[in-house]
């Protein structure tokens, strides 16, 4: 198996290994973050322009004080 070193930043390393589970490697954590957003992608779309009108005006909703979504 090959491997490469990656320098990140302090920052970023606290991060990542915050994010690590127990036992998990740094290669595992990184695939695994991987996986989750390629999975996120698939969403890109899946409302349609409707449902994107209304979860836009419902999270204004929130935004404003007295503010109802229809």
């Not at 290669?27 to 994107?52: M, N």
């Amino acid at each position: 198996m090959s491997s490469r070193n990656v320098a990140v930043q302090k920052a970023v390393y606290d991060a990542l290994t915050r994010e690590k589970r127990a036992g998990e490697s740094f290669t595992s954590l990184f695939r695994r973050l991987l996986e989750q957003r390629e999975g996120l992608e698939e969403l890109v779309g899946a409302w349609g322009k409707e449902g994107a009108r209304r979860h836009r005006a419902a999270l204004r909703s929130l935004r404003v004080p007295g503010g109802r979504a229809p």
